[in-house]
T-cell receptor, first 114, second 110 residues
């Protein structure tokens, strides 16, 4: 257990509605990530953060923004949700120490956009 | 572009029937290869990290091996509780870029 929680765990929303997902960690890890998981695509990186207020885009960042104002919280925002953003979203953390770059995942948020 | 391909997509085994899952990869500058287990409705659970060709790691009935082009996850005498989707991922590049395969869904029948 890497001390990662995600909220909400489930959400149903309508197209065009803004949505914010929260990832909270308790162990002061420097790196945090947001992934989405869809059948046939595996896990794909949306955005990641390498410190407070330091973020960068992943491979599927269009339509998403992130913020990290505190070490422990990493927020993912869908400014105007679309049906193509229906997915399971996972937060992950890592703390690279030499060769140890392992990412640990949270429990996920299932988002449905109607 | 980094690519990770896992095979087979699904595998059904009788309890005690050993087998292997394959993860082949194409990546520039491999820094590490990960194996995860994922149960339905849950996040991936870390199993192993392998860093260089020839490396092997074991955990209970699982053994992961790495070559320059692929990795194998060997499952010895599996039990029904080993049923899950097994994910392979590679770490490359100058930042924490991880590319995942689509997984192998393993079902172990009593």
């Amino acid at each position: 257990d890497a001390g990662i929680t995600q909220s909400p765990r489930h959400k149903v929303t309508e197209t065009g509605t803004p949505v914010t997902l929260r990832c909270h960690q308790t162990e002061n890890h420097r790196y945090m990530y947001w992934y989405r998981q869809d059948p046939g695509h595996g896990l794909r990186l949306i955005h990641y953060s390498y410190g407070v207020k330091d973020t960068d885009k992943g491979e599927v960042s269009d339509g998403y923004s992130v913020s990290r104002s505190k070490t422990e919280d990493f927020l993912l925002t869908l400014e105007s949700a679309t049906s193509s953003q229906t997915s399971v979203y996972f937060c992950a953390i890592s703390e690279p120490k030499g060769l140890t770059d392992t990412q640990y995942f949270g429990p996920g948020t299932r988002l449905t956009v109607l | 572009e980094d690519q990770v391909t896992q095979s087979p997509e699904a595998l059904r085994l009788q309890e005690g029937e050993s087998s292997s899952l394959n993860c082949s990869y194409t990546v520039s500058g491999l820094r590490g290869l990960f194996w995860y287990r994922q149960d339905p409705g849950k996040g991936p659970e870390f199993l192993f990290t392998l860093y260089s060709a020839g490396e092997e790691k074991e955990k209970e009935r699982l053994k992961a091996t790495l070559t320059k082009k692929e990795s194998f996850l060997h499952i010895t005498a599996p039990k029904p509780e080993d049923s899950a989707t097994y994910l392979c991922a590679v770490l490359s590049g100058g930042y924490q870029k991880v590319t995942f395969g689509t997984g192998t869904k393993l079902q172990v029948i009593p």
